[in-house]
């Protein structure tokens, strides 16, 4: 098979699930595949971790459910600056003008050309990780990512190990990240994933149902005005049809696993983001629209956009101290 590697492939009646890579031009592109159902997920590690393609099946048929990127120049031109399945960590969404004070201290962070004046999505979405574990097993398959930062900006000098594990098993997509502390004092962060859900028609289209009806209203530069509105209308599904769709859900202090579920009536799917809300988890919901209107971004967050200077949702963790959070991808039948 040209440009692709079997790392393990015991007897597919006693091991479902393998682990197979390609290259991507420069890059390595890991997969786990389910042999019995051709499901698979896609992992790029030396592009921040990110999760680049869920392919499940209903009624014996693959359905790729992200808006992907299928190369390195595509990446550059469009995983980049959109983002796409990239982790955002430490901080997701803006954060105002880059700048925030924490334990009395004020700290600037770079801002991204994109986003000006703010800072945004954090700064790993583009880090090299290593892959420290492959796991394949009758029950799921599994990859393993680790980065170590050791607090290089001075806008962030909070040293962490961040460890994501993307696994595939016969309920879906899940997605595990763990940071550990390795400073020696408090670190402020929020975590969060930006995966766009892309199942063919356009996104106004698109029906949804969420667990939530409070959304943070944002000024004209995106940042949070300071107050929530009331919007019941996605309780039961509704269809989107606001091409500039660009709104943050609040779930509370929920600790269940929130769900937000996107239908395509045409294509007869229902996909199934979920997330583990509660204290310390993704208590919070960020959709988007971007301007090609192929997809619907629906983004598992900790806090709200500028947390770092407003305080919803942003997380305090202790030196040596860990956190960990956990979010995935179903397709349900109907």
Not at 23 to 44: C, D, F, P, S
Not at 56 to 80: A, V
Not at 137 to 153: D, N, P, Q, S
Not at 212 to 235: C, H, K, Q, V, W
Request: charged share 20%; aromatic share 12%; proline share 6%.
């Amino acid at each position: 098979m040209a440009g692709r590697q079997i790392f393990s492939r015991n007897d597919q009646y006693r091991n479902m699930f393998v682990i197979e890579k390609k290259q991507m031009g420069n890059t390595v592109a890991y997969r786990v595949v389910n042999l019995a159902t051709k499901e698979w997920i896609e992992v790029l590690p030396a592009w921040g971790g990110r999760i680049n393609q869920v392919a499940l099946q209903k009624n014996h048929k693959i359905h790729t459910l992200l808006e992907c990127c299928i190369s390195e120049r595509e990446y550059c031109e469009e995983g980049i600056p959109w983002y796409r399945g990239a982790h955002l960590f430490p901080y997701p969404d803006r954060v105002n003008k880059g700048h925030y004070v924490f334990g009395d201290t004020a700290y600037q962070l770079p801002k991204n050309k994109n986003a000006l004046p703010h800072a945004l999505h954090g700064f790993v979405d583009d880090k090299e990780f290593n892959v420290v574990q492959k796991e394949s097993h009758g029950a799921y398959g599994k990859i393993i990512c680790k980065y170590v930062y050791e607090g290089a900006l001075t806008g962030y000098p909070f040293s962490f190990e961040l460890l994501i594990e993307h696994s595939l098993s016969p309920e879906g997509y899940s997605c595990v990240t763990k940071v550990v502390n390795t400073g020696k004092g408090t670190m402020p962060l929020g975590d969060g994933w930006h995966p766009y859900i892309r199942t063919g028609c356009p996104a106004v289209d698109l029906k949804l149902q969420i667990t939530s009806d409070t959304y943070y209203t944002l000024d004209e530069s995106l940042i949070p005005r300071g107050n929530t509105a009331y919007n019941p209308g996605f309780l039961k599904l509704m269809r989107i049809g606001q091409p500039g769709f660009h709104v943050c859900f609040g779930h509370g202090g929920q600790d269940q696993r929130l769900r937000s579920c996107i239908r395509d009536e045409q294509a007869n799917l229902d996909v199934v983001v979920w997330q583990q809300g509660g204290p310390g988890g993704y208590r919070f919901t960020q959709f988007y629209i971007p301007p090609s209107g192929r997809s619907l971004a629906v983004e598992p967050l900790t806090c709200i956009p500028d947390s770092f200077n407003n305080g919803i949702g942003l997380l305090h963790l202790g030196p040596g101290k860990t956190q960990t959070f956990y979010w995935g991808i179903q397709l349900k039948q109907r």
